[in-house]
Protein backbone atom coordinates (compact mmCIF):
# COMPACT_ATOMS: atom_id res chain seq x y z
CA UNK A 1 0.00 0.00 0.00
CA UNK A 2 1.84 3.19 -1.35
CA UNK A 3 0.74 5.94 -0.11
CA UNK A 4 0.17 7.85 -3.32
CA UNK A 5 -2.84 5.38 -3.77
CA UNK A 6 -4.42 6.56 -0.17
CA UNK A 7 -7.90 8.37 -1.68
CA UNK A 8 -9.70 7.46 0.67
CA UNK A 9 -10.89 9.31 3.90
CA UNK A 10 -8.39 8.16 6.35
CA UNK A 11 -4.78 9.66 6.83
CA UNK A 12 -2.35 6.53 5.63
CA UNK A 13 -1.14 6.35 9.31
CA UNK A 14 -4.65 5.74 10.62
CA UNK A 15 -5.44 2.86 8.04
CA UNK A 16 -1.91 1.30 8.81
CA UNK A 17 -3.07 1.57 12.88
CA UNK A 18 -6.09 -0.49 11.62
CA UNK A 19 -4.00 -3.08 9.68
CA UNK A 20 -1.36 -3.31 12.52
CA UNK A 21 -3.93 -4.07 14.97
CA UNK A 22 -5.63 -6.76 13.02
CA UNK A 23 -2.17 -8.18 12.33
CA UNK A 24 -1.44 -7.87 16.46
CA UNK A 25 -4.77 -9.42 16.96
CA UNK A 26 -4.61 -12.27 14.84
CA UNK A 27 -1.23 -13.25 16.16
CA UNK A 28 -0.80 -16.88 16.70
CA UNK A 29 1.39 -15.98 20.06
CA UNK A 30 -0.66 -13.30 21.74
CA UNK A 31 2.27 -11.62 23.94
CA UNK A 32 5.10 -12.34 21.49
CA UNK A 33 7.64 -9.69 19.63
CA UNK A 34 5.99 -7.73 17.14
CA UNK A 35 7.16 -6.68 13.22
CA UNK A 36 10.21 -3.99 13.24
CA UNK A 37 9.74 -0.68 11.95
CA UNK A 38 11.49 -1.33 9.22
CA UNK A 39 10.08 -4.67 8.69
CA UNK A 40 6.61 -2.83 8.38
CA UNK A 41 7.63 0.19 6.82
CA UNK A 42 8.81 -2.59 3.57
CA UNK A 43 5.51 -4.53 4.03
CA UNK A 44 3.34 -1.75 3.50
CA UNK A 45 5.43 0.36 1.27
CA UNK A 46 5.05 3.51 3.40
CA UNK A 47 8.36 5.81 5.45
CA UNK A 48 9.60 4.66 8.73
CA UNK A 49 7.87 7.82 10.34
CA UNK A 50 4.43 6.90 9.19
CA UNK A 51 4.69 3.46 10.67
CA UNK A 52 6.08 4.73 13.84
CA UNK A 53 3.41 6.94 13.93
CA UNK A 54 0.65 4.61 13.47
CA UNK A 55 2.97 2.01 15.71
CA UNK A 56 2.52 5.29 18.77
CA UNK A 57 -1.21 5.12 18.36
CA UNK A 58 -1.37 1.27 18.97
CA UNK A 59 0.74 1.65 22.19
CA UNK A 60 -1.46 4.47 23.58
CA UNK A 61 -4.33 2.20 22.82
CA UNK A 62 -2.58 -0.26 24.94
CA UNK A 63 -2.45 -2.53 21.75
CA UNK A 64 1.15 -2.66 21.63
CA UNK A 65 4.30 -2.47 24.55
CA UNK A 66 7.54 -1.11 24.32
CA UNK A 67 9.74 -3.00 26.58
CA UNK A 68 13.53 -0.91 26.03
CA UNK A 69 16.04 -2.67 24.76
CA UNK A 70 14.39 -5.81 23.25
CA UNK A 71 11.78 -3.91 20.96
CA UNK A 72 8.03 -4.22 20.54
CA UNK A 73 5.42 -6.76 21.93
CA UNK A 74 1.54 -7.64 21.41
CA UNK A 75 -0.29 -6.91 23.99
CA UNK A 76 -0.91 -10.37 26.23
CA UNK A 77 -4.00 -12.88 26.01
CA UNK A 78 -6.33 -10.15 28.27
CA UNK A 79 -5.53 -7.85 25.46
CA UNK A 80 -5.14 -9.80 22.40
CA UNK A 81 -6.84 -12.74 22.32
CA UNK A 82 -10.89 -13.98 22.25
CA UNK A 83 -10.80 -12.11 18.06
CA UNK A 84 -12.94 -14.53 16.28
CA UNK A 85 -12.45 -12.48 13.03
CA UNK A 86 -11.97 -9.50 11.15
CA UNK A 87 -13.68 -8.06 8.49
CA UNK A 88 -12.98 -5.20 5.93
CA UNK A 89 -15.60 -2.64 4.99
CA UNK A 90 -15.29 -1.12 1.22
CA UNK A 91 -17.53 2.20 1.21
CA UNK A 92 -17.20 3.60 -2.25
CA UNK A 93 -18.29 7.23 -1.41
CA UNK A 94 -16.21 7.67 1.55
CA UNK A 95 -16.84 11.17 1.51
CA UNK A 96 -20.51 10.22 2.74
CA UNK A 97 -20.09 7.97 5.25
CA UNK A 98 -19.86 10.73 8.19
CA UNK A 99 -23.47 12.80 6.83
CA UNK A 100 -25.60 10.64 5.10
CA UNK A 101 -27.81 8.20 7.29
CA UNK A 102 -28.19 5.70 4.55
CA UNK A 103 -24.09 4.72 4.67
CA UNK A 104 -24.15 5.14 8.62
CA UNK A 105 -27.45 3.01 9.82
CA UNK A 106 -25.76 0.20 6.74
CA UNK A 107 -22.43 0.23 9.30
CA UNK A 108 -24.65 0.34 12.23
CA UNK A 109 -25.87 -2.86 11.46
CA UNK A 110 -22.67 -4.55 10.39
CA UNK A 111 -20.92 -3.02 13.59
CA UNK A 112 -23.28 -4.36 15.38
CA UNK A 113 -23.53 -8.09 14.41
CA UNK A 114 -18.98 -8.19 14.35
CA UNK A 115 -19.22 -6.91 17.59
CA UNK A 116 -21.92 -9.35 18.29
CA UNK A 117 -19.51 -12.29 17.32
CA UNK A 118 -16.17 -10.72 18.48
CA UNK A 119 -14.77 -9.94 14.97
CA UNK A 120 -12.87 -6.52 13.71
CA UNK A 121 -13.89 -4.17 11.98
CA UNK A 122 -11.34 -2.32 9.51
CA UNK A 123 -12.24 0.38 6.80
CA UNK A 124 -10.36 -0.56 3.19
CA UNK A 125 -8.36 2.14 0.90
CA UNK A 126 -11.00 3.14 -1.80
CA UNK A 127 -8.78 4.55 -3.92
CA UNK A 128 -6.74 1.48 -4.25
CA UNK A 129 -8.24 -1.09 -7.11
CA UNK A 130 -7.62 -4.44 -8.86
CA UNK A 131 -4.60 -5.86 -7.48
CA UNK A 132 -3.10 -3.40 -5.72
CA UNK A 133 -6.92 -3.86 -3.51
CA UNK A 134 -6.61 -7.50 -3.38
CA UNK A 135 -2.96 -6.59 -1.69
CA UNK A 136 -3.83 -4.25 0.95
CA UNK A 137 -7.18 -7.06 2.26
CA UNK A 138 -4.37 -9.42 2.49
CA UNK A 139 -1.60 -7.42 3.99
CA UNK A 140 -4.69 -6.76 6.43
CA UNK A 141 -5.03 -10.31 7.20
CA UNK A 142 -8.87 -10.07 6.79
CA UNK A 143 -11.51 -13.03 6.36
CA UNK A 144 -13.07 -10.51 3.37
CA UNK A 145 -14.82 -7.91 3.24
CA UNK A 146 -18.25 -6.42 2.95
CA UNK A 147 -18.37 -3.58 0.03
CA UNK A 148 -21.38 -0.87 0.12
CA UNK A 149 -22.20 0.32 -2.81
CA UNK A 150 -24.56 -0.14 -5.75
CA UNK A 151 -23.62 -3.30 -7.63
CA UNK A 152 -23.21 -1.74 -11.13
CA UNK A 153 -20.22 0.42 -9.79
CA UNK A 154 -18.26 -2.26 -8.31
CA UNK A 155 -19.67 -5.28 -10.22
CA UNK A 156 -16.12 -5.62 -12.32
CA UNK A 157 -13.92 -5.19 -8.86
CA UNK A 158 -15.83 -7.75 -7.30
CA UNK A 159 -14.79 -10.31 -9.65
CA UNK A 160 -11.44 -9.58 -9.86
CA UNK A 161 -11.05 -9.82 -6.00
CA UNK A 162 -13.17 -12.97 -5.65
CA UNK A 163 -11.37 -14.85 -8.31
CA UNK A 164 -8.09 -13.45 -5.96
CA UNK A 165 -9.22 -15.74 -3.35
CA UNK A 166 -11.02 -12.62 -1.63
CA UNK A 167 -14.58 -13.50 0.13
CA UNK A 168 -16.70 -10.46 -0.73
CA UNK A 169 -19.83 -9.73 0.00
CA UNK A 170 -21.90 -6.43 -1.58
CA UNK A 171 -24.51 -4.29 0.06
CA UNK A 172 -26.28 -3.33 -2.99
CA UNK A 173 -28.34 -0.06 -2.62
CA UNK A 174 -30.14 0.19 -6.09
CA UNK A 175 -29.38 -3.09 -8.10
CA UNK A 176 -31.17 -6.74 -7.53
CA UNK A 177 -29.31 -9.44 -6.93
CA UNK A 178 -26.63 -8.98 -9.60
CA UNK A 179 -23.39 -10.12 -8.20
CA UNK A 180 -22.02 -13.22 -6.88
CA UNK A 181 -22.74 -12.64 -3.18
CA UNK A 182 -25.01 -9.84 -2.65
CA UNK A 183 -27.70 -8.24 -0.24
CA UNK A 184 -29.78 -5.74 -2.08
CA UNK A 185 -33.17 -3.74 -1.53
CA UNK A 186 -35.84 -5.95 -3.42
CA UNK A 187 -36.85 -2.76 -5.55
CA UNK A 188 -39.85 -5.09 -7.89
CA UNK A 189 -41.12 -5.09 -3.78
CA UNK A 190 -40.51 -1.39 -4.01
CA UNK A 191 -42.61 -0.66 -6.58
CA UNK A 192 -45.67 -3.41 -5.39
CA UNK A 193 -45.67 -1.83 -2.39
CA UNK A 194 -46.04 1.56 -3.24
CA UNK A 195 -49.13 0.74 -5.04
CA UNK A 196 -50.72 -1.95 -2.70
CA UNK A 197 -50.45 0.66 0.28
CA UNK A 198 -51.93 3.64 -1.89
CA UNK A 199 -54.84 1.73 -3.06
CA UNK A 200 -55.83 0.36 0.70
CA UNK A 201 -56.39 3.51 1.29
CA UNK A 202 -58.47 4.20 -1.60
CA UNK A 203 -56.41 5.70 -4.46
CA UNK A 204 -56.89 4.31 -7.79
CA UNK A 205 -55.30 7.13 -10.00
CA UNK A 206 -51.84 7.22 -9.17
CA UNK A 207 -48.87 8.91 -11.09
CA UNK A 208 -45.42 7.95 -10.78
CA UNK A 209 -42.19 9.95 -10.87
CA UNK A 210 -38.85 7.94 -11.97
CA UNK A 211 -35.74 8.26 -11.02
CA UNK A 212 -33.61 10.90 -13.44
CA UNK A 213 -30.58 10.29 -13.96
CA UNK A 214 -31.08 6.31 -12.85
CA UNK A 215 -29.79 3.28 -13.04
CA UNK A 216 -31.47 1.57 -15.54
CA UNK A 217 -32.17 -1.45 -14.26
CA UNK A 218 -32.93 -0.18 -11.25
CA UNK A 219 -35.41 2.10 -12.28
CA UNK A 220 -37.17 -0.83 -14.42
CA UNK A 221 -37.27 -3.18 -11.41
CA UNK A 222 -39.05 -0.35 -9.43
CA UNK A 223 -40.86 0.48 -12.27
CA UNK A 224 -41.85 -3.23 -13.17
CA UNK A 225 -43.51 -3.69 -9.56
CA UNK A 226 -45.51 -0.96 -9.63
CA UNK A 227 -47.02 -1.62 -13.25
CA UNK A 228 -47.29 -5.25 -11.70
CA UNK A 229 -49.51 -4.29 -8.97
CA UNK A 230 -51.31 -1.58 -11.26
CA UNK A 231 -52.50 -4.70 -13.15
CA UNK A 232 -53.63 -7.14 -10.29
CA UNK A 233 -55.89 -4.32 -9.65
CA UNK A 234 -57.26 -4.13 -12.32
CA UNK A 235 -55.95 -0.33 -12.89
CA UNK A 236 -53.66 1.46 -15.72
CA UNK A 237 -50.77 4.10 -15.36
CA UNK A 238 -51.65 6.82 -18.33
CA UNK A 239 -48.71 7.92 -19.72
CA UNK A 240 -49.36 11.21 -19.47
CA UNK A 241 -49.12 10.07 -15.54
CA UNK A 242 -45.45 9.81 -15.66
CA UNK A 243 -43.37 12.40 -14.82
CA UNK A 244 -39.91 12.22 -15.05
CA UNK A 245 -37.42 13.64 -12.32
CA UNK A 246 -35.28 15.89 -14.46
CA UNK A 247 -38.51 18.17 -15.53
CA UNK A 248 -40.82 16.94 -12.98
CA UNK A 249 -42.01 20.53 -11.67
CA UNK A 250 -43.67 21.89 -14.86
CA UNK A 251 -44.90 18.55 -16.03
CA UNK A 252 -46.85 18.15 -12.34
CA UNK A 253 -47.87 21.72 -12.66
CA UNK A 254 -49.08 21.14 -16.23
CA UNK A 255 -51.07 18.30 -15.37
CA UNK A 256 -52.71 20.16 -12.49
CA UNK A 257 -53.29 22.68 -14.77
CA UNK A 258 -54.84 20.49 -16.80
CA UNK A 259 -56.69 18.56 -14.13
CA UNK A 260 -55.33 15.51 -15.03
CA UNK A 261 -57.32 12.39 -13.06
CA UNK A 262 -54.41 11.22 -10.23
CA UNK A 263 -55.19 11.45 -6.98
CA UNK A 264 -51.72 10.52 -5.48
CA UNK A 265 -48.43 10.74 -6.56
CA UNK A 266 -45.33 8.18 -5.94
CA UNK A 267 -42.05 10.16 -5.90
CA UNK A 268 -38.65 10.09 -5.19
CA UNK A 269 -37.39 11.69 -2.04
CA UNK A 270 -34.88 14.36 -2.87
CA UNK A 271 -38.02 15.19 -4.88
CA UNK A 272 -40.66 15.20 -2.05
CA UNK A 273 -40.26 19.09 -1.05
CA UNK A 274 -40.21 19.99 -4.88
CA UNK A 275 -43.51 18.22 -5.39
CA UNK A 276 -44.89 19.89 -2.40
CA UNK A 277 -44.48 23.44 -3.08
CA UNK A 278 -45.66 22.67 -6.26
CA UNK A 279 -49.00 21.43 -5.08
CA UNK A 280 -49.06 24.27 -2.75
CA UNK A 281 -48.71 26.73 -5.12
CA UNK A 282 -51.39 24.98 -7.02
CA UNK A 283 -53.57 25.62 -4.28
CA UNK A 284 -53.90 21.70 -3.56
CA UNK A 285 -54.21 20.50 0.08
CA UNK A 286 -52.03 16.97 0.54
CA UNK A 287 -53.41 14.78 1.56
CA UNK A 288 -56.94 15.47 1.14
CA UNK A 289 -56.71 16.54 -2.22
CA UNK A 290 -53.56 14.18 -3.46
CA UNK A 291 -51.70 12.40 -1.67
CA UNK A 292 -47.63 11.53 -1.94
CA UNK A 293 -45.36 8.87 -0.82
CA UNK A 294 -42.04 9.05 -1.47
CA UNK A 295 -38.97 7.24 0.08
CA UNK A 296 -36.96 7.62 3.27
CA UNK A 297 -33.53 7.73 1.94
CA UNK A 298 -33.36 11.25 1.54
CA UNK A 299 -31.49 13.42 5.20
CA UNK A 300 -34.26 16.10 4.93
CA UNK A 301 -37.43 13.12 6.28
CA UNK A 302 -36.23 13.65 9.57
CA UNK A 303 -36.99 17.55 9.08
CA UNK A 304 -40.00 18.36 6.95
CA UNK A 305 -43.26 19.14 7.86
CA UNK A 306 -45.63 17.57 7.17
CA UNK A 307 -44.19 14.27 7.58
CA UNK A 308 -44.37 12.17 4.57
CA UNK A 309 -45.57 8.80 4.15
CA UNK A 310 -42.54 7.13 2.68
CA UNK A 311 -40.72 3.56 1.88
CA UNK A 312 -37.97 2.45 3.69
CA UNK A 313 -34.99 0.45 2.74
CA UNK A 314 -34.30 -2.09 5.63
CA UNK A 315 -30.83 -0.21 5.78
CA UNK A 316 -29.42 -1.73 9.18
CA UNK A 317 -30.98 -5.53 8.18
CA UNK A 318 -28.84 -4.71 5.09
CA UNK A 319 -25.81 -4.54 6.95
CA UNK A 320 -26.65 -7.13 9.50
CA UNK A 321 -27.24 -9.50 6.65
CA UNK A 322 -24.25 -9.11 4.68
CA UNK A 323 -22.30 -9.75 7.91
CA UNK A 324 -24.02 -12.53 8.50
CA UNK A 325 -23.51 -13.98 4.87
CA UNK A 326 -19.46 -13.08 4.89
CA UNK A 327 -19.29 -14.83 8.33
CA UNK A 328 -20.80 -18.25 6.88
CA UNK A 329 -18.95 -17.92 4.14
CA UNK A 330 -15.86 -17.36 6.33
CA UNK A 331 -16.80 -20.42 8.93
CA UNK A 332 -17.91 -22.98 5.91
CA UNK A 333 -16.04 -21.90 3.24
CA UNK A 334 -19.28 -22.39 1.19
CA UNK A 335 -20.20 -19.16 -0.91
CA UNK A 336 -24.24 -18.02 0.56
CA UNK A 337 -26.15 -17.02 -2.01
CA UNK A 338 -27.70 -13.77 -2.78
CA UNK A 339 -30.70 -12.25 -1.16
CA UNK A 340 -33.06 -9.24 -1.85
CA UNK A 341 -35.08 -8.07 1.46
CA UNK A 342 -38.52 -6.31 1.30
CA UNK A 343 -39.33 -2.77 1.68
CA UNK A 344 -41.54 -1.52 4.64
CA UNK A 345 -43.86 1.62 4.96
CA UNK A 346 -43.56 4.14 7.42
CA UNK A 347 -46.65 6.22 7.89
CA UNK A 348 -46.76 9.74 7.85
CA UNK A 349 -49.16 12.28 7.26
CA UNK A 350 -49.12 12.35 3.44
CA UNK A 351 -51.79 9.60 2.34
Not at 105 to 115: F, N, Q, V
Not at 155 to 164: F, G, K, M, N, T
Not at 168 to 185: G, P
Amino acid sequence: MAERENKGFLPVYLRLRQQMASLAARADRPGGKFMSVRALARTYQVGVPTIMKAMRQLKAEGILISRPGLGTFIAGPARAGGVAGCAGLIVSSSSMIHFDRVYMTILAGIYEELSAAGYLAQFINTGAQGAALAREIRQAHLDGVIWINPAEFCASSLQALRQDGVKAVSVDLREKDNTACSVSADLFDEGRRAVEYLVRHGHRRIALVEKSPAPAHGAEWEKSGFMSALRAHRLRLEEGLIFRGDDFSARLETALDLKAPFTAVCVPGPLYQSALATLRRKKRRVPADIALLTEDDHFTMDCTAPVPTRLARPLRQLGVTATRKLMEWTRTGKQPPSQALPWEIIEGETV
